[in-house]
C-alpha cells in the first residue's frame, strides 16, 4: 500500500501512521514477562514477583515505550517507502482521525531535506588573495627568535632606563584620588618600547634610575577594555625597582644550531624559517580564499532550510556558549538563557553552506580521496619534531580523520569553484596577512 504523504509547508510533511493494537499490547505483555523474571521487589524472590504487580508498577513506562519504538519503527519504514529524505527527528502525535476498529493512529510531522539549485558558477565573482615571504619577513622572524632566547643582566645605578629594557616597578593609580581596581601592582616587569603598557606608562618610565620614584598623568582611551577606567584620565605613582639591559645572541652557526636546524649556516637558518613562513601563508590562504568561495557558492545557491536542523545547530551553539562561559568561571553558566536570535544568522549560513557544499561534492565527485588524506596529514605533521608520532596520532583515531577529511572536501569545492568562477587576484603584503584573523 503507497504512502500518503502531505505537505503542509515548503519542506514541512505529514505521514499518518497505523499500528495494531494487538501487536503493541502483545510487545508489552512480552517485555513486562521479560521484566518480571529480572525485577527485585521486596518480600518477593527474584523471578516470582507476580505479573500483576509488575503490571502495576511498569506498565505504564513499558507501554509508553513500546509505542515510541514501533510508531518509530513504522515511521522509519513509511519514510523509506516514500523515499523521502527526512531532515531532522518527526514530531509524533495521536492523530485526530478516526482509526479503523483494532487499530491506533499517530501522526508524524517532520521536514524533508530541500532540493538545492546552484546557478552557474561560470557568472560567480571570486577574489583570490595572493601573498609572498619576502625577506623583511625572514629578517622579522629572526629577531623573534633571537628575543625568544636573549638573556638580561642588571644595568649599572647611574643608567637611566631605554628602549629594549626590562624594568620592574611598583605603581599606583589613583583617579580623583581614589584608589581603582586594577591600579596597583609590585614588582611588575615590563619590556620598554614592546607595546606591553600604554604609551603613556612606556614614555613616563624612560630615563628613570634605579630607586628613582615619579608621578604622571595617564589618559586611558575611550575604548580600553576596562569599562570603570576607559576615557578618564589617572594620575600614576611609579618606582623603578629593577633595571635590566637586553643582550640578543648573535646570528650566526651556533644561533642556528640551537634553533635544531639541520643545515646550521645562516643561508639553511633563513631557508628554514622561509619554509615555515611559506607554510603559514599557505594555510591562511586557503582559509582566506575559502571563505570567498564560500561567500560566492552562498550567492548562487537557491534552497529552502530545513527548521528542523537549524534548531539543532542553534542548540549546539548555545551549548558550546554555556561551556565557554563556565570555562571563565562564570557562575551557573550551565543554567544561563541564550536567546536563539544571538547565534540564528551564524546558524542558518552553517546550515545553507553545508547543504550547498553537500549538493555540490555529490554532483562533481569531490570527496576526499585516500592520497589527498595522507598528503594533508603529511604536511601538517612536517613542522613538529616528530612527524612519524603526529601521523600516527591522526590515522589511529576515526574522528581527527574525519576532521582532515572535511577540511580537504571544502578545499576540493574551493578548487572547483574557483576553476569555474570569474577570478580577481589580489596581492598583499606577508604582514597584512599574517595579521588577519
Known amino acids: 500500500m503507497a504512502v500518503a504523504v502531505e505537505t503542509l509547508e515548503k519542506l514541512e510533511r505529514k505521514i499518518t501512521l497505523s499500528l495494531p493494537v494487538a501487536t503493541i499490547q502483545t510487545e508489552v505483555e512480552s517485555r513486562l514477562r521479560k521484566l518480571s523474571r529480572q525485577v527485585k521487589i521486596d518480600g518477593f524472590r527474584p523471578g516470582k514477583v507476580p505479573m500483576s504487580i509488575v503490571t502495576q508498577r511498569y506498565g505504564y513506562s513499558v507501554h509508553y515505550e513500546v509505542i515510541n519504538d514501533k510508531v518509530g519503527e513504522a515511521f522509519s519504514t513509511a519514510a523509506n517507502e516514500a523515499q523521502l529524505r527526512v531532515a531532522g527527528m518527526p514530531k509524533i502525535s495521536e492523530s485526530e482521525a478516526k482509526a479503523d476498529e483494532g487499530q491506533m493512529n499517530f501522526d508524524a510531522v517532520f521536514e524533508v531535506y530541500p532540493e538545492v539549485k546552484i546557478g552557474d558558477l561560470s557568472t560567480a565573482e571570486v577574489e583570490k588573495t595572493t601573498a609572498e615571504v619576502s625577506d623583511a619577513a625572514i629578517d622579522r622572524t629572526v629577531e623573534i627568535l633571537r628575543k625568544q632566547r636573549r638573556t638580561f643582566a642588571q644595568r649599572g645605578a647611574t643608567d637611566g632606563v631605554a628602549e629594549g629594557d626590562r624594568v620592574t616597578v611598583d605603581f599606583v593609580g589613583k583617579i580623583d584620588g581614589e584608589p581603582f581596581e586594577g591600579g596597583k601592582a609590585e614588582d611588575f616587569a615590563f619590556m620598554v ?63 642556528a644550531k640551537s634553533l635544531g636546524i639541520a643545515d646550521s649556516s645562516i643561508a639553511g637558518l633563513r631557508a628554514d624559517i622561509k619554509k615555515n613562513l611559506e607554510r603559514e601563508v599557505k594555510f591562511r590562504l586557503i582559509a582566506k580564499n575559502k571563505a570567498a568561495v564560500m561567500d560566492a557558492l552562498i550567492a548562487k545557491a537557491e534552497l529552502d532550510l530545513p527548521q528542523s536542523i537549524v534548531q539543532s545547530e542553534l542548540d549546539r551553539m548555545g551549548e558550546a556558549a554555556r561551556a565557554d562561559l563556565k570555562q571563565r568561571g562564570i557562575k551557573d553558566a550551565d543554567k544561563a538563557p541564550i536567546p536563539d536570535d544571538i547565534f540564528r544568522p551564524q546558524a542558518e549560513r552553517r546550515v545553507r553552506l553545508g547543504l550547498v557544499v553537500a549538493e555540490l561534492v555529490k554532483a562533481n565527485d569531490l570527496g576526499a580521496k585516500p592520497e589527498q588524506i595522507k598528503a594533508h596529514i603529511e604536511e601538517m605533521a612536517a613542522s613538529y619534531e616528530k612527524p612519524a608520532d603526529v601521523i600516527r596520532w591522526y590515522q589511529s583515531d576515526r574522528q581527527r580523520l574525519a576532521e582532515v577529511e572535511a577540511v580537504i572536501i571544502e578545499n576540493n569545492v574551493t578548487d572547483f569553484v574557483l576553476s569555474k568562477a570569474k577570478v580577481t587576484a589580489k596581492a598583499v603584503e606577508f604582514d597584512e596577512l599574517m595579521g588577519q584573523q
Open 193 to 255: 618600547g614592546e607595546g606591553q603598557m600604554l604609551k603613556e606608562f612606556d614614555a613616563a618610565v624612560r630615563g628613570m634610575k634605579l630607586g628613582e620614584s615619579k608621578t604622571f598623568p595617564l589618559a586611558f582611551p575611550a575604548d580600553y577594555h576596562g569599562a570603570d577606567v576607559a576615557g578618564k584620565t589617572a594620575d600614576f605613582l611609579v618606582t623603578v625597582k629593577k633595571l635590566e639591559a637586553q643582550h640578543l645572541p648573535e646570528v650566526n652557526e651556533a644561533f
